[in-house]
């Protein structure tokens, strides 16, 4: 059973408005969060990152919202542009130190149209 | 362009054949990663170095073989492979083990495996 859930597998969205990927989890004790993305034929890249004793985090166009009491947290993209298209992955770990406990949810492909 | 290079990018084997995948970095880093990505499921981390030191095996089956020769090298050794681990295999690397949390974990571009 997946512990990090995106169950979105695919989001099209226009150029211009918001991007808005869901993830969900299962484990209470996850305690620090991250999203990532990828672009075909090359590796995941880092992207932003929350931990759970804030419920917003900011950097540029990218904000991530974590609801703790509902297992949730979502990526919110504002202005998506064209260059946004790609896998988004959720990540979820224990704490900022598990780095071995480290789990990625199973991607959500963002289109964004121009 | 991460600085973390893989080759081949691609393989195919047979499940008698015996390959192996190679990861380099040149950026300094003390820990080096290897992750399964199959198809529809999510990223899976495989091993972890750490100095040259395997720190973490995530109950990998035998027939993944690593081997860290030094801080800059990391392969992978592929024997008696099934068709269920065709998959996607990325190598990473970070500065320090904890890289992965504050945007230091570099992903190389991946061996895109398939198992005959």
């Known amino acids: 059973d997946q512990q990090v859930k995106q169950n979105s597998p695919s989001l099209s969205v226009q150029e211009g408005r918001i991007s808005i990927l869901n993830c969900d989890y299962t484990?209470?004790?996850?305690?620090?969060f991250l999203w990532y993305k990828k672009y075909p034929a090359e590796g995941p890249t880092f992207l932003i990152s929350?931990?759970?004793?804030?419920d917003k985090n900011e950097d540029g166009r990218f904000t991530v919202f974590l609801n703790k009491s509902a297992k949730h947290l979502s990526l919110h993209i504002v202005p998506s542009q064209p260059g946004d298209s790609a896998v988004y992955f959720c990540a979820a770990s224990p704490s900022e130190t598990s780095y071995d406990k480290v789990i990625f949810g199973p991607g959500t492909s963002l289109s964004v149209i121009p | 362009e991460t600085g973390v290079t893989q080759t081949p990018r691609h393989l195919v084997m047979g499940m008698t054949n015996k390959k192996s995948l190679k990861c380099e970095q040149h950026?300094?880093?003390?820990?080096m990663y290897w992750y399964k990505q199959s198809a529809k499921k999510p990223l899976e981390l495989m091993f972890v170095y750490n100095f040259k030191e395997q720190t973490e095996n995530n109950s990998v089956p035998s027939r993944f073989s690593p081997e860290c020769p030094n801080s800059s090298h990391l392969f992978l050794h592929l024997h008696t492979l099934q068709p269920e681990d065709s998959a996607l295999y990325l190598c990473?690397?970070?500065?320090?083990?904890?890289?992965?949390?504050?945007?230091?974990?570099?992903f190389g571009p991946g061996t895109r495996l398939t198992v005959l």
């Open positions: 929350i931990s759970s004793i804030k």
């Open positions: 950026l300094g880093h003390n820990a």
């Open positions: 990473a690397s970070s500065q320090d083990v904890y890289g992965i949390f504050y945007n230091e974990q570099f």
């Open positions: 484990n209470s004790m996850f305690d620090y």
